[in-house]
């Protein structure tokens, strides 16, 4: 199947989204472009739950500048969902004749199950949780789901969201003691509802434009060293005290919080005082935010289709699979890199060199996959380049500390230079992460000598005592020359990082270097 382009766009009531994606070979996905624009489609409402003639000509509007950018990159497809202002709108089906003869997008009023299921879908094909429950507060709703073992167990839609709230609670700036009560005491009661929901101590993953904006806040004021928002972790009690702070604030003040929009800081109270409850009545043992939502679980629900699969079965290997398309890696030879090493990995610990357990496997594994991908910018410097990319790209199922330790080893090339790189992200590093970096960062660099060439001529290796030393036997199907040239130089290192002697002998290849 060749590269194409769809979209989807998601008709909100607090905010319309576009986002464009690449679909690749492997039927992985990519984020080309991403839009926004706030229209309050919910604020548009009228007493008989009708959209004003003005909301109806600024969605039209938008959607028909949504349009010309899809019409500009060449899109094949464009899938239209509309959620709660829409559902709740009884001239709903003017409003989508008029999209679609203006604009040429069909629309489908998804109900609020349907929006909670396409979250849950995000959400466990993009983070590595087992149980969980999800939150997507949006504009007029909230969607809330609980999974097990990745599976959906319940869901519920609950007909108030960050804009609904303000409208129907909020007069004062700041809000009063007595508005804020009200509201909580609304929400408790809708909460009554899903009983399913309560004490049930599992994180949970807030989806939207509330969860985004809190953690922006959170991320700011303890100066986080990753700009990265998905897989963010959070205590509740800390999403409580942003709420204490932006509760006693009025707008003017909100407007200036570092990470907050502007065109949210009215309605953030609302949202995050729905978050805070939720939170509170699962009895969360933490708050991680998706930056994947609705709009990625419509396009992976075609993805699993195709594959014929109910969930991605490797969260991590199918994010890499999109990576090596993206950057167009050599995927046979990142594999083959990472089998050699792992091999290695495997003899250590079964010879007690390292009690490295999953979490040392991981960061080998993701270095070893996307090790070359420094190159793609440049061949000079790659090590740096390596370094920022595994920081910045979409890397799914791994935490932020697994990607900067992943990122360390990938990019090693000495413990000094290691040092140096590693310099802001000190809060990552337990007491003992460098020298386990640096001993995997020199195993990587082995392995990877010993197929420069890209030829897969290094078929197996094994790590075997020596008499007082130790050896790597390598089982070569043809001459190596130069790997074995380049491997010398890494053996030495090997030595120093390890505390061990240690030589290389080959099998079947005539006499083994004095190395």
Request: net charge positive; with cysteine.
């Amino acid at each position: 199947m060749a590269h194409e382009l769809k979209a989807v766009v998601d008709l909100g009531s607090n905010s319309v989204r576009l986002v464009i994606y690449q679909q690749g070979p492997q039927g992985t996905l990519r984020e080309v472009d991403n839009l926004k624009q706030t229209v309050r489609l919910s604020s548009h409402l009228t007493a008989d739950n009708a959209i004003a003639e003005q909301g109806i000509r600024l969605t039209v509007r938008v959607l028909g500048q949504f349009k010309q950018l899809c019409e500009a990159y060449g899109v094949t497809e464009t899938i239209g969902v509309a959620t709660q202002a829409v559902r709740m709108a009884v001239n709903r089906d003017e409003l989508l004749k008029r999209i679609f003869e203006e604009t040429g997008i069909p629309f489908r009023v998804i109900t609020g199950e349907e929006e909670a299921r396409y979250g849950y879908l995000a959400v466990v094909n993009s983070i590595p949780a087992e149980d969980g429950v999800t939150v997507d507060v949006g504009g007029g709703s909230t969607e809330i789901t609980y999974f097990r073992r990745r599976r959906l167990v319940a869901c519920a839609s609950i007909p108030y969201g960050a804009v609904s709230l303000t409208r129907e609670f909020i007069r004062n700036d700041p809000p009063s003691s007595k508005e804020l009560k009200a509201m909580e005491r609304a929400i408790r009661a809708r909460l009554d509802q899903y009983p399913w929901l309560e004490g049930l101590r599992r994180p949970v993953i807030g989806m939207g434009g509330t969860a985004r904006a809190i953690a922006r806040i959170h991320q700011r004021r303890r100066r986080y060293p990753l700009h990265l928002l998905h897989g963010y972790e959070m205590w509740p009690t800390e999403v409580t005290a942003i709420l204490d702070m932006v509760r006693s604030m009025p707008v003017t003040k909100r407007n200036i919080i570092n990470g907050l929009s502007a065109d949210r800081a009215d309605i953030v109270v609302a949202g995050t005082a729905m978050l805070d409850q939720i939170l509170k009545r699962a009895d969360a043992t933490q708050f991680v935010i998706s930056n994947k939502g609705l709009r990625d679980g419509i396009l992976m629900e075609q993805v699993l289709k195709a594959r014929r699969e109910d969930l991605l079965p490797d969260i991590l290997m199918h994010s890499i699979e999109s990576i090596h398309d993206h950057f167009r890696l050599n995927r046979k030879h990142a594999i083959h890199v990472w089998n050699l090493a792992g091999q290695l990995l495997s003899g250590m610990i079964r010879h007690g060199w390292l009690t490295a357990g999953d979490e040392v496997r991981r960061w080998l594994q993701v270095a070893a996959l996307l090790h070359d991908i420094g190159r793609t910018v440049s061949i000079y410097n790659t090590s740096k380049h390596t370094f920022y990319l595994l920081l910045q790209i979409p890397l799914f199922g791994v935490s932020h500390r697994d990607r900067i330790h992943a990122a360390a080893v990938a990019s090693f090339k000495s413990t000094k230079q290691i040092q140096a790189l590693l310099a802001n992200y000190q809060e990552f590093l337990g007491d003992e992460d460098l020298p386990v970096i640096a001993q995997m960062g020199v195993l990587l660099r082995l392995v990877r000598a010993l197929d420069r060439t890209e030829t897969g001529a290094v078929k197996r290796l094994e790590l075997c005592p020596d008499g007082t030393g130790w050896k790597i036997r390598i089982e070569a199907a043809k001459p190596l020359g130069l790997q074995l040239d380049l491997a010398a130089e890494w053996v030495k290192k090997w030595r120093k990082v390890f505390q061990r002697e240690i030589r290389l002998e080959v099998d079947h290849l005539g006499r083994t270097p004095d190395v």
